[in-house]
T-cell receptor, first 113, second 110 residues
């Protein structure tokens, strides 16, 4: 299929470690979004890319979180010095241009032990 | 802040029944969206509403953008087992920063 893909689907890491989560958007989609979803909650916006640049990173909770999209396609969300509170499902979405009609991937479930 | 409050939190209904859920906010939204999420998947867009008072259908789903722009409703008619999932309302806070409600969990008994 040609949907948004995310890898890995599950990641278990120890407190204090560094993790990278990858998102492959739908081909041709210029906008890419990262969200975090905690249990029993809706997705929470983290960052939005238009092309290679982060157009809005106001949702990143602190400076341990960073995301890149160097070639305007694949994006990587990086979390340094992970904490147990970072445990959640990290969702990626993409759209053709900036749009509210976003297509989501299946998410990466991150567990910090 | 611009929180979205969804009700009910959960619903248990019999197959064939109609379903109604809503979403309210203390702030005005210019766009409302309804998503459905199934276990292990990301949310899937069902309906997008762009104008106050707008009523839009997608098959058995109908959604309305409230006149005050502070609420929206989603109705599902003649529910079937595959309607099971969590339904989220969402709206943009500013730009593309999308706010989501906490969801309504729907269970359909055959």
């Amino acid at each position: 299929g040609a949907g948004v893909s995310q890898t890995p689907s599950n990641k278990v890491t120890e407190k204090g470690k560094y993790v990278e989560l990858r998102c492959d958007p739908i081909s041709g989609h210029t906008a890419l979004y990262w969200y975090r979803q905690s249990l029993g909650q809706g997705p929470e916006f983290l960052i939005y890319f238009q092309g290679t640049g982060a157009a809005d990173d106001s949702g990143l909770p602190n400076d341990r979180f960073f995301a890149v999209r160097p070639e305007g396609s694949v994006s990587t969300l990086k979390i340094q010095r992970t904490e147990r509170g970072d445990s959640a499902v990290y969702l990626c979405a993409s759209s053709f241009g900036p749009s509210y009609e976003q297509y989501f991937g299946p998410g990466t479930r991150l567990t910090v032990t | 802040g611009q929180q979205l409050n969804q009700s009910p939190q959960s619903m248990f209904i019999q197959e064939g029944e109609d379903v109604s859920m809503n979403c309210t906010s203390s702030s005005i939204f210019n766009t409302w969206l309804w998503y459905k999420q199934e276990p292990g998947e990301g949310p899937v867009l069902l309906i997008a509403l762009y104008k106050a008072g707008e009523l839009t259908s997608n098959g058995r789903l109908t959604a309305q953008f409230g006149i005050t722009r502070k609420d929206s409703f989603l109705n599902i008619s003649a529910s079937i087992p595959s309607d099971v999932g969590i339904y989220f309302c969402a709206g943009p806070r500013r730009g593309n920063d999308m706010r989501f409600g906490a969801g309504t969990r729907l269970t359909v008994k055959p």
